[in-house]
């Protein structure tokens, strides 16, 4: 495309999320599009809350991933088990865990959890416990919504357990399993802005150079220096911590009963750095043979495709390309990604060459979830000829 085109649709990009603010969607939003070979499009944009006087949001301004967490970090850990040969796809959940028993649910396998057809609920009926032992009891002993694989219904809880297993089966805990990952990325992930002219055919706004620097910014744990910069939510109404605002803490209160870290929920970071990520999916799923593991074309391949379960637009852990869903109408039948609670959202999509992150804290007194999927579909929409 030329580079008018190019300004113009992040143009109407840029408006959307002017308008999203606007509107008190979210206050604060940080972006990044790109490509295999790197990045188009960066911005950050608002505040950090509507508040008066409140910080600008920077592109380093760590935000709560929420459930982008159970593709970035859990699918991505799975998928190293899977390479190593320390789990299965198609091992029975009850090899993991001891009282996952019963003739309704002794079919159900890991890939199961993953494509969210294992036949649990989406949440427990009760406040959650207080501890891995609790949750783990509870999840396994609570009666079935549905006949495995006869429908996807959407859980944390299915994420929780591959968490507990991913644990267990990877012999440390999940953000170590994930900081082994990431330590093997940098090279590739992490990146800084060089001050170069754009060139001719690229729009205003695109970053033209870029040099390799630093550790890539997705973690369990903030540091404390960073937690305070963090993009604040808003706790729910049945969370204990109502009342007060949860800067660089968790959102989801059944990860912040597990300590800040579970496979659901619990990574912080900034847009860059998820879109670092993107990156090196969307190369591996473009057939780049020669990346870090787990990230190798075939086992990525697996991981994105489509589930057989019927009505299902699932697939490992990630979500794929449906018209009507938070990715818009514009993206190949190739795409994949996910979205998170507190107003985030990965979409990568190999047959453009294109990934788009959007982070934003809708979880901060914010719009609904219905509002907050049609700012992204419009978003993705207006970037589809980018």
Known sequence: MNAADATAAIDAARHIIARAIAARI???????????????????????????????????????????????????????????????LDDPVSTFFNEWRGADREAVTLRDLLEHASGLAARLVDAPPNSRREFEHDICRMPLEYAPRTQSIYSDLDFILLGFLAADRGGMSLPALFDQITDRLKPDTTYERVNEPARDNEPTGVVSGFRRTGNIALTFDLPPDLRTLAAPTVPL??????????????????????????????????????????????????????????????????????????????????????????????????????????????????????????????????????????????????????
């Not at 505040?47 to 991505?76: H, N, Q, R, Y």
């Not at 190949?332 to 992150?357: I, K, N, Q």
Request: some cysteine; glycine content about 12%.
């Open 26 to 88: 979210f206050p604060a939003a940080s972006l990044e599009v790109g490509s295999s070979a790197g990045v188009l499009w960066e911005e950050a944009s608002g505040t950090l809350t509507f508040g008066a006087g409140a910080l600008p949001v920077t592109l380093a301004t760590p935000f709560d991933l929420a459930s982008l967490t159970k593709v970035i970090a859990t699918t991505t850990i799975l998928m190293e088990l899977v390479r190593t040969e320390r789990v299965r």
């Open 237 to 386: 109404a049945e969370d204990p911590r109502r009342g007060r605002s949860l800067t660089g803490e968790v959102h989801d209160n059944y990860a912040a009963a597990l300590g800040g870290a579970a496979g659901h929920a619990g990574l912080f970071g900034t847009a860059p750095a998820v879109g670092a990520f993107a990156r090196i999916i969307l190369r591996a799923a473009r057939g780049d043979g020669g990346l870090p593991s787990p990230f190798c074309p075939e086992l990525v391949d697996q991981f994105t495709a489509r589930s057989t379960v019927p009505g299902s637009s699932r697939a490992l852990g990630w979500d794929t390309m449906l018209p009507t869903s938070s990715c818009g109408t514009q993206m190949s039948p190739r795409a994949f990604g996910h979205v998170g609670f507190t107003g985030t959202s990965l979409w990568v999509d190999p047959g453009r060459d294109r990934y788009f992150v959007l982070l934003t804290n809708r979880a901060c007194a914010g719009g609904s979830p219905d509002q907050m999927r049609d700012v992204r579909r419009s978003f993705h929409d207006a970037l589809g000829k980018l």
